[in-house]
């Protein structure tokens, strides 16, 4: 594959199911752009039912290779995927930045060094997923944990080939397999994951691809084939999946949206706190669902953690997400630009203090992107839009507050709960808030790390279930538990 760059364009994209790219009986094309100057990159090909029904039953024969291998053989060739993974990094990395418009720099660094990390993670768990066995006087009891069978994962428009990795390492790793359905706006790099499954040796049908919009999406969801899916979505969207699952009662796991506090006392190390906003508000140009994008500062730092904000803010670079300079890159859509641009309008006009950003850069070579300049406002109250809302953009709000109680409060006041974090010296005091924040994952003096070894997720609309760690397996495996009576039945009623 030639360099991808700018102004890339690729051939006809279509679904990958049984090991091989399959045109659609569908008749339905659908355009992917590139943010940064919303050239079209390819058409697509909308699955259809045909193509939804074969990728059931690749994926449900696939399934049976798949979960009869030993364990330890999964977990080689997983490891295998991982090590090609590595080797194409930089050309799986270009693919989103061209898709999403997410910087080179993150991609090469982030995306897809996290993702081949998860899969590395559960190739290295998968022998080591088993039962238990319990003893009685009489008898015994041994328990197995048993794949589910065909999955299906519904993937974000933020982080393409770290969502499929994220999903597919762990559902593959339990002998499981997976039908993935990128997001319709990112839906180039999905397909090259299939093929390097294919190379390292995971049987046809274990990974399909079908490319498609939410129709796409509820098909599998409705599909009695299937019986699990993992969405990462909106909130709105997840209760809609998880509506539609019930008829089928498949199992759900739902990665969605959130509106996270950065919680920072005036006792904390302000240059830490500021540097954790900066980057949990403004990397990947703030489209990230567990960015901390309610800034909560105790009034005695308030105005130290605003000094310099403006000008560090105003200095980030916007350009060319192949740009290695570049820190902002353009909104995934003309569509999300304009939700953004929406919400920055509401901030000038909320009386909250603009400081920095929200506007259309001037630069000619831009005005055919996506693009927009990173904004703080400060002294914003709870009840402005752009901080009840998820903004999913380059838009920092600010809010002073007094003492504890008041900013643990304040911090819960809303229907999400995926993340935050506490910046305080006083290590009780910050576990002791860390505790009484509902949300999946609390940072104590940081913000964003997130090895594949330790559990992600929401609490109340942010989400169900877990991503990563060892308890994500319980969302991939059932038990069953088998008793063994090693006497007579002697006894009756
Ligand atoms: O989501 P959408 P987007 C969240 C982030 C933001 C959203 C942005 O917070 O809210 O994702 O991604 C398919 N039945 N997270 O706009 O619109 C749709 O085709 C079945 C959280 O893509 O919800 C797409 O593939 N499928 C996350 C996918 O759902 C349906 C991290 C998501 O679409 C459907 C990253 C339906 N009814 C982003 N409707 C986390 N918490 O980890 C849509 N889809």
């Not at 330890?72 to 418009?101: P, S, W, Y």
């Not at 997001?183 to 498609?212: C, D, H, K, M, R």
């Not at 950003?357 to 839009?385: H, K």
């Amino acid at each position: 594959m030639t360099a991808v760059g700018a102004t890339t364009t690729l051939p006809r994209l279509r679904s990958f199911i049984g090991g091989e790219y399959v045109s659609s009986s569908s008749g339905e094309t659908f355009e992917t752009r590139h943010p940064g100057d919303n050239h079209v990159i390819c058409d697509v090909e909308q699955a259809g039912d045909r193509e939804i029904e074969r990728a059931v039953e690749s994926a449900t024969a696939g399934f049976g290779e798949w979960s009869t291998m030993p364990a330890i053989e999964r977990g080689r060739i997983l490891n295998r995927a991982v090590a090609i993974i590595r080797d194409r990094n930089d050309e799986l990395a270009a693919l989103d930045t061209l898709d999403a418009g997410r910087p080179i720099g993150e991609t090469t660094t982030e995306d897809v060094p996290t993702g081949a990390d998860v899969i590395e993670f559960y190739a290295g768990l998968a022998p080591a997923i088993h039962g238990s066995t319990i003893d009685f006087p009489g008898g015994f009891a041994r328990t197995r944990r048993e794949p589910l069978g065909v999955c299906a994962g519904i993937g974000a428009w933020n982080y393409p080939i770290q969502i499929a990795m994220w999903k597919s390492g762990l559902a593959l790793a339990c002998g499981n397999s997976m039908i993935f359905k990128p997001a319709e706006v990112t839906p180039v790099s999905a397909g090259v994951l299939a093929e390097i499954y294919l190379e390292a040796g995971v049987p046809p049908g274990v990974f399909n691809v079908v490319q498609g919009d939410a129709r796409v999406g509820r098909a599998l969801v409705a599909h009695p084939g299937i019986e699990k899916v993992s969405l990462t979505g909106e909130a709105s969207t997840g209760k809609l999946v998880m509506a539609d699952a019930a008829h089928t009662l498949k199992k759900v796991t739902l990665e969605l949206g959130g509106k996270s506090p950065i919680v920072v006392f005036d006792d904390a190390d302000i240059d830490s706190a500021r540097n954790a906003a900066l980057t949990n508000n403004f990397y990947s140009t703030g489209q990230v669902c567990s960015h901390g994008t309610r800034v909560f500062v105790q009034r005695g730092a308030y105005e130290e953690f605003l000094d310099g904000l403006a000008e560090r803010v105003g200095a980030l670079s916007v350009g060319d997400p192949f740009d290695p300079a570049t820190m902002i890159g353009p909104l995934v859509s003309a569509e999300h630009h304009e939700k953004v641009l929406s919400y920055m309008k509401l901030a000038a006009d909320s009386g909250a203090r603009h400081l920095v950003g929200g506007e259309v850069p001037a630069e000619p070579s831009l005005a055919n992107g996506n693009y927009i300049t990173p904004a703080v406002f400060a002294d914003c109250t709870d009840d402005m839009a752009f901080v009840t809302d998820e903004v999913f953009g380059p838009l920092m709000a600010v809010l002073p507050f007094d003492d504890e109680a008041e900013v643990v409060a304040r911090a819960n006041a809303t229907d999400y709960g995926l993340a935050g974090a506490v910046f305080s010296a006083d290590l009780a005091r910050a576990n002791r808030v860390a505790n009484s924040i509902e949300a999946g994952f609390v940072w104590i003096n940081d913000y964003g790390t997130m090895p594949a070894s330790i559990p992600f997720g929401g609490y109340k609309h942010s989400g169900l279930g877990r991503e990563n760690g060892e308890q994500a397996i319980d969302h991939y495996t059932q038990i069953k538990t088998i008793y063994t009576n090693l006497e007579p039945v002697d006894r009756y009623m």
